[in-house]
Each structure stands twice: as C-alpha cells, then as structure tokens.
C-alpha cells in the first residue's frame, strides 16, 4: 500500500488523576527526522518512542508531542522544614544580637535561597503511567499510520493518472510524426531550389534520409511508454517506492527532453510543453510519499 509522508495522529490514555496525550505529525523529508517532545519525568522512554515511531513512520519528518494533564496538584519541589526553621531561628536570633527588628517576610524570602532548603525530588514512573504512555503511543501511531495511507491513496490516484495523460499525449504525437517526415523533405528541397545549383539526386535523397533518421522519436516514444508501464507496476507495491518513483519520473523527464529536442515540429513542441507540465506535477507529489 502507498503510504504519503504527511500524516497526524493522536492517541490518548487515562491515568489515576488525569490523562496523557500523545500526538504525533509529520511532513515529507529524504530521511528519517524525529523530534520529540516530553515531560521530564517521562524522559526514561524517549529511547523506546524513538525506536516504536521510527519503525512505523520509516521515513519523514515527524515531531512527537507528549502532554500529560492532572487533576491532583503535585510539585517535584520540596521545602525541608527542619533546615527552614533553623535558619529562620538563627536569623532571628542575628536580628536580636544586632538589636534590629526581625523582617519575617525578608527573612522567609533569604532562607528559601539558602543550600538545602529547597530540593527537587522527581517522582518515579509506575506501572500504571508507563502503560498508559504506550497504549497512548501505539493509538497515535496507528491513527497516522491511517492517515498516511489514505493520503497515500489519494496521491498515488493523482499520480496514475497524469501517467495516463502523459501516455495519451503520445497518440496524439502520432499525426503530425507521419507528416512530419515530408514536410522536411519538401522545405530541403525547397531551399536547393531557390539556390538554383544543379545536385546529385540520388545523393539527396540518401542525405534527407540520414537527416530525417536523425530526427525520428520512436525510440523515445518506446522508451517512455515502458517507463510509464514500470511507473504503474511499482505503484502497486506493497510501500517505500517513493525514491523509486522518482527515479522513474527522472527517465520519464529524460526521454520527453529528447522528444522536444528532436521534434522539429511546432504541434508536437506544443505537446511535449504539456507532457513536462505533467510530469513536474508527478515529480512534486512523489516526494510525499513514503
């Protein structure tokens, strides 16, 4: 299945107090790009979302954004009211010796910047958080990974079927290439005559057929019939062709060059223009796909 590389998905999962939200998006990118982005105390299993996205996204760049929300009020920070109390009694008792009055608010305001007053204790993961983190996780994974294959879908229908006006395009060629052929040969001649010199007939014509040889398309014309054919035969690949697509759309680009460079002819000039219009259509939506 074609997967696109722009994708959203969200997963949540209830916690004792709250719950916590994973949400994971993603844009096209050469390689593998992930950002993510979670609370402190959950900073252990970064390593692991790291290892279960990247083997799901496979390619992208994806940010991952875990929120938790709780209904209790917590803090990791901690006063030490044994510590506080002595420092607030030896001040007070400073302020005494120096005679001066004893400012509680100040004194509050200097001791909570002393050492070892305030500390910081981060309480441990259980059980019940870890498993809410994953079961979040895996819900947003697969969210994206629906999202990214409908998207897929879309894309690659886009795709098949500028393929589909590209080859059309050839048959429309197909006229003015059987015409083409004489209308060289009568402007050639056209242009000896008005030279007024006398010529080798034989030779001519042996030149204006190396000349309009050197002009023919059909193996332009085969080649990129055959490259719109493997376009359509990796398309309906399982997934992760979208390099290979855009290797193909390259050759395509290739041979429609070649074809306007031997045209020799303003109608299919015209129609080669509309073919490169096409394939820079295919070749901007191929690089959204995984």
């Known amino acids: 299945m074609i997967k696109s590389m722009t994708g959203f998905g969200r997963g949540e999962a209830a916690l004792p107090n709250g719950k916590i939200a994973v949400e994971v998006r993603s844009l096209n990118s050469k390689q593998l790009d992930l950002s993510v ?54 001040l007070a008792e400073a302020a005494n010796y120096a005679g001066t009055e004893f400012d509680t608010a100040s004194a509050v305001a200097a001791v909570l910047r002393l050492p070892d007053v305030v500390s910081s204790e981060s309480a441990g993961i259980g059980e019940v958080e870890a498993a809410a983190l994953r079961a979040a996780l895996a819900d947003a994974m697969a969210r994206i990974d629906a999202f990214r294959a409908q998207e897929g879908a879309t894309l690659i229908t886009d795709l098949l079927r500028r393929v589909d006006k590209i080859e059309n395009m050839l048959l429309d060629i197909a006229p003015y290439e059987s015409a083409r052929a004489e209308t060289v040969r009568n402007r050639i001649r056209e242009h000896i005559a008005a030279l007024d010199i006398e010529v080798d007939t034989n030779r001519l014509e042996q030149e204006m057929i190396f000349y309009i040889e ?77």
């Open 37 to 90: 982005k979670l609370p402190m105390a959950y900073r252990q299993f970064e390593s692991e979302i790291r290892d279960t996205a990247g083997k799901l996204l496979g390619r992208g760049k994806a940010d991952i954004f875990v929120t938790v929300e709780s209904a209790a009020v917590e803090t990791s920070a901690h006063i030490n009211k044994e510590i506080f109390s002595e420092y607030m009694r030896q």
């Open 214 to 290: 050197k002009l023919d398309i059909t193996e332009e014309k085969v080649r990129l019939k055959n490259h719109c054919r493997y376009f359509r035969e990796v398309a309906a690949e399982e997934e992760g062709v979208g390099r290979k697509l855009g290797f193909i759309a390259q050759e395509m680009g290739r041979e429609i060059n070649t074809l306007g460079s031997k045209a020799n002819d303003a109608e299919i000039q015209k129609t080669v223009v509309k073919m490169k219009d096409e394939l820079e259509k295919i070749k901007e939506q191929v690089l959204n796909i995984l």
